[in-house]
């Protein structure tokens, strides 16, 4: 059974640069199938989808982010990775690592991690 | 900029059939956009009911059914339980890598 999980640090100060990485097991990223996306959510508001990498390196960034976020994919550790730059407090959010399988469905999800933006 | 539109709350009583759209600032929603459902409860990563417009996730109930009604995507749900009461979020795929996300239906099951 595929796995994400979420790991980095928890507190970033305002603008530094975030950086977060998932770990998938049960499976390979390197599949063609699919593609590994971030998503995030700030707390109490709705989700939204960040970037997504293929295994090839292939990158796609929300067009209101892009100028901040960087997504780097690892096939041998089987992980990518996220940064995200400049940070402000409006950057505090539960991030979500997630599989994209081609243009059909955001699934299995990591479980989460927050990160708080703050001096 | 796209936005994605969704009821900010809805309400239903247990038994009842509710139904949750999606739809576009510009135009119409339709299957070429692939939408697909989630279900979140509070604290819990969100779970995929429906994908591909109308195919339901591996576990899912065959209560929740997704279509494509009038412009938008719809997600419907027939003989609502107490535990439906979530959060569901569409997300459409604009095509070249990029997806949007709706801002989020709060369902109250009362």
């Known amino acids: 059974q595929l796995q994400l999980q979420e790991s980095g640090p928890g507190l970033v100060k305002p603008s530094e640069t975030l950086s977060l990485t998932c770990s998938v097991s049960g499976g390979s990223i390197s599949s063609s199938s699919y593609y590994w996306g971030w998503i995030r959510q700030p707390p109490g508001k709705g989700l939204e989808w960040i970037g997504s990498i293929y295994y090839s390196g292939s990158t796609y960034y929300n067009p209101s982010l892009k100028s901040r976020v960087t997504i780097s994919v690892d096939t041998s550790k089987n992980q990518f990775s996220l940064k995200l730059s400049s940070v402000t407090a409006a950057d505090t959010a539960v991030y979500y690592c997630?599989?994209?399988?081609?243009?059909?469905?955001?699934?299995?999800w990591g479980q989460g991690t927050l990160v708080t933006v703050s001096s | 900029q796209t936005v994605v539109t969704q009821e900010p709350s809805f309400s239903v009583s247990p038994g009842g059939t509710v139904t949750l759209t999606c739809g576009l600032s510009f135009g119409s929603v339709s299957t070429s956009y692939y939408p697909s459902w989630y279900q979140q409860t509070p604290g819990q990563a969100p779970r995929t009911l429906i994908y591909s417009t109308n195919t339901r996730s591996s576990g899912v109930p065959d209560r929740f059914s997704g279509s494509i009604l009038g412009n938008k995507a719809a997600l419907t749900i027939t003989g609502a339980q107490a535990d439906d009461e979530s959060d569901y979020y569409c997300v459409l795929y604009m095509g070249s890598g990029i997806w949007v996300f709706g801002g989020g239906t709060k369902l109250t099951v009362l």
């Open positions: 997630a599989r994209v399988e081609s243009d059909s469905q955001f699934d299995p």
